[in-house]
T-cell receptor, first 115, second 114 residues
Framework: ETGVTQSPTHLIKTRGQQVTLRCSSQSGHNTVSWYQQALGQGPQFIFQYYREEENGRGNFPPRFSGLQFPNYSSELNVNALELDDSALYLC??????????????FGAGTRLSVL | GQNIDQPTEMTATEGAIVQINCTYQ??????LFWYQQHAGEAPTFLSY????GLEEKGRFSSFLSRSKGYSYLLLKELQMKDSASYLC???????????????FGQGTELSVKP
């Protein structure tokens, strides 16, 4: 158990809809990163939130957006869903100390299916 | 560009030793991580290397050579429960002072047979 929880576990949406995924970070962690993992692939970095601000973004379009709240929990929003958005969405929390070796601890993910 | 390569699949026998290799070419480097991921579950942190050499942690060891852009994960005394995907990830130093962005390989699916 990493202490990182994500909801919902599974979600089915249709093309064009919008979805919100939620993540509660491990106690004491102030940084949340979101990753997309397609079947049989490694996770791909979407973006990271630190102190409620986006801090770095991967190669994902603007319809992928997020929020971080004062308690460090986070949301990932995806608008205008496409079939290729079907994937496992992973949230990872870490404690930022300014040094190397900050370990990211992952939640079990949300499995999104877009029909 | 960023490129991390791992074998797609490996098979080993219970009780044996297996080595999973990872090579990387990235625009920067500030540490290499190994994660284990069972099907449908969260990736679980196994090891971290930032300096050259071997890090040992129980049945698991990880090695790093920065000059060669190479790492391996060594699993000893294999157990059936070790059947999982093993993910190699490099930390991108461009976000070094905030948590860090991880660049993952595609993962190596390890099957442990009786």
């Amino acid at each position: 158990e990493t202490g990182v929880t994500q909801s919902p576990t599974h979600l089915i949406k249709t093309r064009g809809q919008q979805v919100t995924l939620r993540c509660s970070s491990q106690s004491g962690h102030n940084t949340v990163s979101w990753y997309q993992q397609a079947l049989g692939q490694g996770p791909q970095f979407i973006f990271q939130y630190y102190r409620e601000e986006e801090n770095g973004r991967g190669n994902f379009p603007p319809r992928f957006s997020g929020l971080q709240f004062p308690n460090y929990s986070s949301e990932l929003n995806v608008n205008a869903l496409e079939l290729d958005d079907s994937a496992l969405y992973l949230c990872a929390s870490s404690l930022t100390s300014g040094g190397a070796g900050n370990i990211q601890y992952f939640g079990a993910g949300t499995r999104l299916s877009v029909l | 560009g960023q490129n991390i390569d791992q074998p797609t699949e490996m098979t080993a026998t219970e009780g044996a030793i297996v080595q999973i290799n990872c090579t990387y070419q990235t625009s920067g480097f500030n540490g290499l991580f190994w994660y284990q991921q069972h099907a449908g579950e969260a990736p679980t942190f196994l090891s971290y290397n930032v300096l050259d050499g071997l890090e040992e942690k129980g049945r698991f060891s990880s090695f790093l050579s920065r000059s060669k852009g190479y790492s391996y994960l060594l699993l000893k005394e294999l157990q059936m429960k070790d059947s999982a995907s093993y993910l190699c990830a490099v930390r991108d130093p461009r976000l070094d002072n905030q948590g860090g962005k991880l660049i993952f390989g595609q993962g190596t699916e390890l099957s442990v047979k009786p």
